[in-house]
């Protein structure tokens, strides 16, 4: 029986290489040798690395007939003579193995072991392959919907990848056979099988997205500073470009912005502004807060918080659907915004945090997130636009307005 013969189905088809297939194989033999004879060491397992034949000898020195005192390494004349005529006393004599010698048990055994040996390395492939692809764009068909994850089969290699619900866009929304595209976020072994995990909302995604619709970004011409996003409803990226011929914000728009579209279409119509980065903080955050024109910029001297003043008809702009450009903007400038509005004449106004005692602080606190940081900014504000932009109860806001009203009053 030709050894090759019985392990073919493990030369082809295996996303291993030669030399460390020609090892398991060796290795698998070897243990076969070890169970039969108790060692290996006068025996050859011969792997020709062309065409993957396996060859077993075993080695013993001939020794004339009843001189054998170690039959491991030692075999008399007249045996050696059985094997090859042509032998002589003195001669190293080599008996090739066949599986017939181990038993159909042994062999059993053996190929259970080498289908393991094999499956165990194709996982370790797998993993390798991935956690060198870290932060690289996979794309691949979906094959099944959980609960909790999407499946993915890798466009590329045919390996199962993992999208979280968790890691998914609002408004993403899949069928089986949809086609489905995710950064490579995690890569780990789990119950001793690879598990590769996607992302659609990890803001290197959006970098990546970036990379390939900008040749200049890929070409180092520009240079992504930063990147802040609310997944599917907004993003602000700073961009900076070392050469003053090109500017950075229209080369990754694109004309008539070509080059965004195709981006926001595929982040499910993400609201992507695109600034220019720069040092000077006051002008930072002026982009940051984009579009709202801001009057003006107070920092604190430890520059951990800065009081931004607009116009009253601007307030809402730099504040943005519920709260999302302030927040975006005070990440991505690693500073801590308050928004004020600026009046053109001087009006008796209380700053919110004086009625600490009457109005509880989260109460405070929701008021802020719109902008309001005084009395009468609350009270420039109809009931409704207050219930509608805080979710504050009705109840809640006819107290507030009440406790605020009477500090004007005579």
């Known amino acids: 029986m030709n050894l090759v013969e019985s392990f073919s189905e493990f030369k082809a088809g295996k996303n291993i290489d030669r030399p460390t297939m020609v090892r398991v194989l060796e290795d698998v033999f070897r243990t076969l040798i070890k169970k039969k004879y108790g060692s290996d060491d006068n025996f050859d397992v011969i792997v020709n690395t062309q065409n993957g034949d396996l060859e077993m000898w075993r080695v013993r020195a001939i020794v004339p007939d009843g001189e054998v005192t170690d039959e491991q390494s030692q075999i008399s004349v007249s045996e050696a003579l059985s094997i090859d005529d042509s032998y002589e006393v003195g001669e190293e004599c080599y008996e090739q193995l066949?599986?017939?010698?181990?038993?159909?048990?042994?062999?059993?055994?053996?190929?259970?072991?080498?289908?393991?040996?094999i499956m165990d390395l194709e996982k370790d492939e797998v993993y390798k392959r991935y956690i060198d692809r870290m932060g690289e764009i996979v794309i691949g068909e979906v094959s099944q919907i959980m609960k909790k994850e999407v499946l993915i089969?890798?466009?590329?290699?045919?390996?199962?990848?993992?999208?979280?619900?968790t890691d998914m866009i609002k408004g993403d929304f899949y069928r089986k056979g949809d086609m489905a595209r995710g950064i490579i976020k995690r890569v780990e072994m789990?119950?001793?099988?690879?598990?590769?995990?996607i992302s659609r909302t990890d803001n290197q995604f959006l970098e990546k997205l970036l990379e390939q619709e900008v040749p200049?970004?890929?070409?180092?011409?520009?240079?992504?500073k930063n990147i802040v996003r609310m997944p599917g409803e907004r993003a602000k990226v700073a961009v900076e470009s070392y050469d003053d011929r090109i500017d950075p914000v229209g080369a990754c728009v694109g004309m008539k912005g070509s080059r965004i579209h195709g981006i926001v279409r595929e982040l499910r119509n993400e609201n992507i502004d695109i600034i220019n980065f720069t040092n000077n903080i006051t002008l930072y955050i002026q982009r940051a807060l984009t579009p709202a024109k801001i009057t003006n910029i107070v920092i604190s001297e430890d520059q951990s918080r800065a009081?931004?003043?607009?116009?009253?008809?601007?307030?809402?702009?730099?504040?943005?659907?519920?709260?999302s450009n302030i927040k975006l903007a005070s990440k991505l400038v690693g500073i801590e915004l308050d928004v004020f509005r600026d009046n053109d004449e001087t009006i008796e106004d209380v700053d919110l945090d004086e009625f600490s005692d009457e109005i509880e602080e989260w109460v405070i606190d929701a008021l802020k997130n719109i902008g309001c940081d005084t009395a009468r900014s609350v009270l420039d504000l109809s009931k409704e636009e207050l219930a509608r932009r805080t979710d504050l109860e009705e109840e809640t806001i006819d107290d507030i307005l009440k406790i605020l009203a009477s500090e004007f009053e005579d």
């Open 98 to 117: 066949t599986l017939e010698d181990f038993g159909r048990r042994s062999i059993m055994a053996a190929r259970q072991t080498l289908i393991s040996r």
């Open 153 to 165: 089969i890798d466009d590329v290699t045919g390996n199962e990848l993992v999208l979280p619900r």
């Open 190 to 197: 789990r119950n001793n099988a690879p598990f590769i995990m």
């Open 216 to 224: 200049e970004i890929e070409d180092g011409l520009i240079t992504i």
């Open 307 to 323: 009081s931004v003043y607009l116009k009253p008809d601007q307030v809402s702009l730099a504040i943005g659907k519920s709260g």
